[in-house]
Nanobody, 115 residues
Framework: QVQVVESGGGLVQPGGSLTLSCTVSGSEYRLYNWAWYRQAPGKQRDLVAIIPRNGPENYADSVKDRFTISQNDTKNMVFLQMNSLTSEDTAVYYC?????????WGPGTQVTVSS
């Protein structure tokens, strides 16, 4: 059973930085397409960044040049480095993993940007 868990959320001041982590367990293949999504209160869940198994990273325009998605060497973790945060970045952040046609979501981690 594949499990996805996010961590690293919290309260940060405007202009600050935060790094989210996502860990996948229970898969023997590690052939993942990774993505981070976020959902603000009353809004739809939007794609933030994606790192395909074969291909370059891609970002939503709203986070380009501020956020960086990366993965570890053993490819069971992905990170989202977030810089220059604003109140518009406040949301629940979700890790999404696709492996061999199966889709998995984590429970989400709250990021609140406020002074």
């Amino acid at each position: 059973q594949v499990q996805v868990v996010e961590s690293g959320g919290g309260l940060v001041q405007p202009g600050g930085s935060l790094t989210l982590s996502c860990t996948v367990s229970g898969s023997e293949y590690r052939l993942y397409n990774w993505a981070w999504y976020r959902q603000a209160p009353g809004k739809q869940r939007d794609l933030v960044a994606i790192i395909p198994r074969n291909g370059p990273e891609n970002y939503a325009d709203s986070v380009k040049d501020r956020f960086t998605i990366s993965q570890n060497d053993t490819k069971n973790m992905v990170f989202l480095q977030m810089n220059s945060l604003t109140s518009e970045d406040t949301a629940v952040y979700y890790c999404h993993v696709i492996e061999l046609g199966h889709s998995y979501w984590g429970p989400g981690t709250q990021v609140t940007v406020s002074s």
